[in-house]
């Protein structure tokens, strides 16, 4: 069973998610990508796939709608490390021994650019690189500025209003030093029908030992192509965390 869970990252805002099990078990957490949240399918089975494997689960909204969240048109990707830099902590004072993390796209690239990085081990899932949202990147168009709603009008198949603060953060984002940086042990998951199989191969080549890649093929972004192919790479992603106790054991 989960419990709602409202942990406090700064001095006014609040991550609002849900917990299941206990600090006797390895925790996994789970990121959601950008527009995304707790609650979308992919997110929700990988933490019920995580349950049944024994380990206590925490999925959560970056941003939301309950009193103090964050708000989508505020946050920034170095917003989003520090507050999972926050929530981490919480759990480590909550007696939780070993805590393993996973991103997908965009929740991929904040776990990247995590400052305390206090992860026993992380998995990305076809994660975002050099993105851009005011050039054309990946055969998306540019999105643009409005200057009455303080934001930028998406236009990718679907019309909002997105923050000024994360659409410019991401020209300036040196992603080539985000693997370099990061020194946790490392595995990536690449979705190789996707456009982002070179930038995963990059972020594998400037990455930290323990590190390993795996290219999925026939998938797609969201890895929903075939009815197995979501378990296949939650799988693969505990087996990493079962190398990461086995390494830590022999070093």
């Known amino acids: 069973m989960e419990k709602k869970l409202k942990i406090k990252v700064s001095e006014k805002n609040y991550i609002y998610g849900r917990l299941s099990g206990t600090s ?8 959601h990508g950008f527009l995304e949240t707790m609650d979308g399918d992919f997110y929700l089975n990988a933490t019920r796939y995580f349950a049944k494997q024994g380990y206590a689960t925490f999925r959560f909204n970056l941003y939301g709608g309950e009193k103090n969240a964050r708000q989508m048109i505020d946050t920034t990707l170095k917003i989003n490390a520090s507050d999972i ?8 004072r909550n007696k939780f021994q070993k805590i393993f993390i996973a991103g997908h796209s965009y929740g991929g690239t904040g776990i990247l650019l995590s400052s305390e990085q206090n992860f026993d081990g992380a998995v990305l899932w076809d994660p975002s690189y050099k993105m851009s949202f005011t050039k ?27 923050g000024k603060p994360i659409v410019e953060e991401a020209d300036i984002i040196n992603w080539n030093d985000l693997t370099n940086n990061f020194h946790v042990p490392l595995k990536i998951i690449v979705a190789g029908k996707g456009v982002l199989v070179k930038g995963a191969k990059r972020y594998f080549k400037t990455a930290n030992k323990p590190k390993d890649l795996t290219v999925i093929k026939n998938a797609t972004h969201y890895f929903n192509d075939t009815e197995d192919m979501r378990e296949k790479i939650f799988k693969i992603s505990k087996d990493w965390f079962g190398k990461i106790d086995k390494y830590k054991k022999n070093s």
Do not use: C, S
């Open 85 to 92: 830099d926050a929530m981490v902590r919480y759990f480590r």
């Open 136 to 162: 054309t990147e990946h055969g998306l168009p540019p999105i643009k500025y409005i200057k009455e709603a303080k934001g930028y009008l998406m236009n990718w198949g679907i019309n909002l209003i997105v």
């Open 24 to 31: 006797r078990q390895p925790l996994f957490i789970i990121v």
